[in-house]
């Protein structure tokens, strides 16, 4: 409770992460009480009220269809939300499966990950990697949220394998080692507790760039179904309006920039506090 509360106290000294954690609350409201919170149906079509400018009735103006922008914003933050928490949870556990074993046993098996599988993987640009995946499978929200997961996973594992590999000559692994425990034991027990700290910071960070992703592959038409609501896909209606309706980028991209910096905000706060030679440096 007291690393809780010092954690807490140190993000609540650094105005950025507040902000972050405020505008991530907001947005995790939008994504859990859409259908409360929309004004209107995100999908309703008005072609008479096409493109008009925000007003009293329609708070951030409509789409080319009609359709209330607020609204789709609002529902936008849900997809933004599920695709970043899925894929930062699936990268993260196939990173630290994959990179546990690399940097604990060593040997063939850590050459052949490390050398092989992953440096194949990072040869090819992530988001390179997930657009040819959802090419070749059709868009979706699922095959988008795997698509990033197998661009994203590498990142993870190595960060998590040169961990491994400094902690497991540390005496208490050794002194475990030494009692008979079991390696499963040993990488549950003694070495992933006392690495997961560098990862958390990672995942936090992860996160900004699994929503912008996902911006990215909506925008380019590889995302969710055209009905349904979503920032990058706004964005992409929007392009052809960007002169003469330019709400219709404006409020996706604020929507967009907004939750990328938070996370990196929330990241930044996190890394100060945990690295020892940030807190020296910032007092905490």
Do not use: K
């Not at 850590?110 to 070749?136: C, E, H, K, Q, T």
């Amino acid at each position: 409770m007291s690393a809780r509360g010092s954690a807490w106290s140190a993000i609540r000294q650094n105005p950025l992460a507040t902000a972050g954690v405020v505008l991530i609350c907001v947005f995790t409201l939008f994504a859990l009480l859409a259908p409360w919170l929309a004004p209107q149906d995100p999908a309703r079509i008005d072609l008479p009220a096409r493109l008009q400018s925000p007003s009293l009735h329609h708070w951030l103006g409509t789409d080319e269809l009609g359709r209330d922008i607020h609204s789709r914003v609002i529902f936008g933050a849900r997809i933004s939300i599920l695709v970043g928490a899925s894929v930062v949870a699936g990268s993260l556990l196939l990173g630290t499966i994959v990179g546990s074993l690399a940097g604990y046993f060593g040997g063939r098996l850590d050459r052949f990950i490390n050398v092989i599988v992953m440096n194949a993987f990072l040869s090819f640009p992530g988001i390179l990697l997930a657009i040819a995946f959802v090419a070749f499978l059709g868009p979706g929200l699922w095959n988008l949220i795997l698509a990033l997961i197998i661009g994203g996973w590498v990142g993870y594992a190595r960060l998590v394998r040169a961990q491994v590999l400094a902690a497991r000559e540390r005496e208490h692994v050794e002194a475990a080692r030494s009692l008979g425990a079991t390696n499963w034991r040993i990488l549950t027990r003694h070495i992933l507790p006392n690495i997961m700290q560098p990862v958390i910071v990672q995942a936090a960070i992860g996160m900004a760039g699994a929503v912008l992703a996902e911006g990215t592959m909506s925008f380019l038409g590889l995302g969710v179904p055209p009905q349904v609501a979503s920032w990058g896909s706004m964005l992409n209606d929007g392009r052809s309006h960007l002169f003469d309706a330019p709400h219709l980028v404006i409020f996706p991209a604020l929507a967009v920039m907004l939750a990328v910096l938070s996370f990196n905000f929330i990241g930044d706060a996190m890394r100060d506090y945990l690295d020892p030679r940030s807190r020296m440096e910032v007092g905490l």
